[in-house]
């Protein structure tokens, strides 16, 4: 899903703070999506393996789903009893995916406890309620990531680079591993921020080097990682139909989370070739 309403996601049971925060939130400019128990999450079928991070019960729906998402914030309400708070915090700041979001948890101000193992968890800032409820609009816009569309629609005017164009066509070739050094080079090239559709293209290659090897671990997490660099993009940057591409990553991961990692083998990754998603190369 590809947006440009930045969206702030809570995990709160409390109807008092739900209503508070969509109205701060809405005031401010951002979408809201408020989940109350874990067993709400939206989500597709679940992926069959795990190890590592995470890939299937509530923890798995959970990072696929923000992943996708990706939100400009989340913030977690420290007295629910219906949200493994501490759990989720933990799993998504170790998972690259979406270990950049920033989370914001509020509580009881004399629970210092449960606050430091808010902190430990990762939480980026944790509040008292009575704070949080007095300057939840100025929280919102102090921790949530905002991000300058209009450079990376400028940097994603630019042309491609050699050595990028060098990577699709290791990619179009199959030659996946190449592909990765070569893009990652074009990556490390440069400074701005155009250079992250490089990092999602990678990112792509190596979920294709995965699907071949058979690790189904690996890919689903390397799609999970592309989105992260692909979701902020406009429709075209640098000759790459990212709309296209976005919708051909979502449809292979869907696949393969079906197929599951007894049935790999059986993905069809014919639309992830550059040649499905770019102007050809000259």
């Known amino acids: 899903m590809?947006?440009?309403?930045?969206?702030?996601?809570?995990?709160?049971?409390d109807l008092f703070f739900s209503t508070r925060i969509e109205s701060a939130a809405g005031i401010a400019g951002f979408g809201v999506h408020?989940?109350?128990?874990?067993?709400?999450?939206?989500?597709?079928?679940?992926p069959t393996a795990a190890s590592g991070e995470a890939l299937s019960?509530?923890?798995?729906?959970?990072?696929?789903?923000?992943?996708?998402?990706?939100?400009?914030?989340?913030?977690?309400?420290?007295?629910?009893?219906?949200?493994?708070?501490?759990?989720?915090i933990?799993?998504?700041?170790?998972a690259p995916a979406t270990r950049r979001l920033p989370i914001l948890c509020y509580g009881s101000h004399v629970d210092t406890e449960r606050s430091a193992r808010a902190r430990d968890a990762g939480a980026d800032a944790v509040i008292g309620k009575g704070?949080?409820?007095?300057?939840?609009?100025?929280?919102?816009?102090?921790?949530?990531?905002?991000?300058?569309?209009?450079?990376?629609?400028?940097?994603?005017a630019e042309a491609m680079s050699a050595e990028a164009q060098s990577?699709?066509?290791?990619?179009?070739?199959?030659?996946?591993?190449a592909a990765h050094e070569a893009l990652e080079r074009a990556w490390k090239a440069e400074a701005g921020p155009g250079r992250e559709l490089y990092r999602g293209l990678l990112q792509i290659a190596v979920a294709c080097l995965q699907i071949e090897r058979g690790?189904?671990?690996?890919?689903?997490?390397?799609?999970?990682?592309a989105r992260q660099w692909l979701e902020p993009l406009p429709a075209a940057c640098r000759g790459v139909d990212t709309h296209k591409l976005r919708t051909a990553a979502a449809a292979v991961l869907a696949q393969i989370q079906q197929l599951g990692s007894t049935r790999i083998a059986e993905?069809?990754?014919?639309?992830?070739?550059?040649?499905?998603w770019m102007e050809p190369i000259p």
């Not at 990706?70 to 219906?82: R, V």
């Not at 933990?90 to 170790?94: D, H, R, T, V």
């Not at 704070?131 to 994603?156: M, V, W």
Request: aromatic share 10%; hydrophobic share 45%; charged share 20%.
């Open 267 to 276: 993905t069809d990754c014919s639309s992830l070739r550059p040649s499905a």
């Open 57 to 88: 019960g509530s923890t798995g729906s959970l990072l696929d789903w923000l992943s996708q998402l990706q939100p400009a914030l989340l913030i977690f309400d420290l007295d629910s009893k219906t949200l493994p708070w501490e759990l989720w």
């Open 215 to 225: 690790n189904f671990n690996g890919a689903v997490k390397m799609f999970w990682r």
């Open 167 to 177: 990577g699709l066509q290791l990619f179009e070739a199959g030659d996946y591993f």
């Open 90 to 94: 933990a799993s998504l700041k170790s």
């Open 34 to 46: 408020l989940l109350e128990r874990a067993d709400a999450l939206p989500g597709r079928p679940e």
């Open 2 to 13: 590809h947006a440009s309403e930045p969206l702030v996601v809570a995990f709160v049971s």
């Open 131 to 156: 704070r949080f409820t007095q300057a939840l609009p100025q929280l919102i816009q102090k921790h949530a990531r905002r991000l300058d569309l209009d450079a990376i629609s400028a940097d994603c």
